[in-house]
């Protein structure tokens, strides 16, 4: 079983250039590999055809590879849906993942994220009959983990009071204005929840433009961007990136090598929060 990789190609918007660009990021080097089976804002299938390719090509074998995808509650979908809304939500969580698995060419996949709770604020009976479900296609052998995104710590203090098992992974839009997600980090890293980042150049303008972030790049011959992912790994997350840029590509992994003093860590994470 391949390790969760340091950094996951998130598949979102990408519509017709999916399969290429998903292509592109696996020669560059990239192994894990985010989507939804939301046909709104991602292109499921054309994932599963830049996997066919590079598998024809020699590029990767499945085994080296770490697929996530997600169940996406009908309000957060088109018409488009990949289950039949009449049903129950324990069998539109089984019809989801049958059609990723069939999407990604594949007959399991690693991680199956509920892709948001019901509610903004509570963990509703409806995600404890999700959650149960998502167990259970885990117990099936067609997911071998699970997580939950788009979560407030509501969400996660109320999944854990039902008792249930706890999600693998939380995977969270990160607001430095927020202390980087820092309650949920924290929730996360007292119980061995990875937390897996997004949104963290497009949701931290002012992070990037921050003058002494700038001047700290350039001390290190990286971009501003490259010290933000830098940073999340230093402080435990797991970044994505859904870059179109095969330069930003080649940057974005490249940031794993860069290594910030601690000092800098504690500086960036004060930063705006
Ligand atoms: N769970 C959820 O609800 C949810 C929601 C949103 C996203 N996601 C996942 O997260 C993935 C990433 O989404 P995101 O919101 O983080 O946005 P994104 O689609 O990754 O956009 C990142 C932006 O940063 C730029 N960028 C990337 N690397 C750069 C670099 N080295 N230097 C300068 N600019 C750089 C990109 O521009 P270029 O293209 O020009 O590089 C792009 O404009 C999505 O594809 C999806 O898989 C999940």
């Not at 399991?108 to 509570?122: E, I, K, Q, R």
């Not at 998502?134 to 009071?161: F, I, P």
């Amino acid at each position: 079983m391949p390790p969760v990789p340091a950094f996951l190609y998130g598949t979102a918007w990408k519509e017709d250039s999916t399969a290429a660009l998903t292509e592109l990021a696996l020669r560059a080097g990239f192994r894990g590999i985010d989507t939804a089976n939301q046909r709104r804002h991602y292109f499921e299938a054309g994932v599963g055809q830049a996997l066919a390719a590079a598998y024809r090509a020699g590029v990767v074998t499945r085994a080296d590879l770490f697929l996530q995808t997600k169940f996406t509650y009908q309000r957060g979908q088109d018409h488009r849906l990949p289950y039949d809304p009449a049903a129950t939500l324990a069998v539109q969580v089984a019809q989801s993942l049958a059609s990723s698995l069939e999407h990604l060419g594949t007959d399991y996949v690693d991680s199956f994220v509920l892709h948001g709770p019901s509610s903004g604020y509570d963990w509703t009976e409806a995600d404890v009959e999700v959650w149960e479900a998502m167990r259970k296609e885990r117990d099936g052998g067609r997911t071998r983990l699970l997580g939950v995104s788009n979560v407030q710590l509501e969400h996660l203090e109320q999944l854990a009071a039902t008792g249930t098992e706890l999600p693998v992974f939380v995977q969270n839009r990160c607001f430095a204005r927020l202390g980087w997600d820092r309650e949920i980090r924290k929730f996360c890293g007292e119980r061995k929840i990875a937390y897996q980042g997004f949104s963290l150049l497009t949701a931290n303008p002012e992070v990037l433009q921050h003058p002494p972030l700038i001047n700290l790049a350039a001390s290190l011959n990286a971009s501003p961007a490259q010290v933000v992912f830098s940073f999340a790994r230093a402080v435990g997350m797991v970044p994505l990136t859904g870059t179109s840029s095969a330069e930003h590509m080649k940057q974005d992994l490249a940031s794993l090598e860069l290594k910030l003093p601690a000092e800098l860590v504690q500086v960036i994470e004060g930063m705006a929060g």
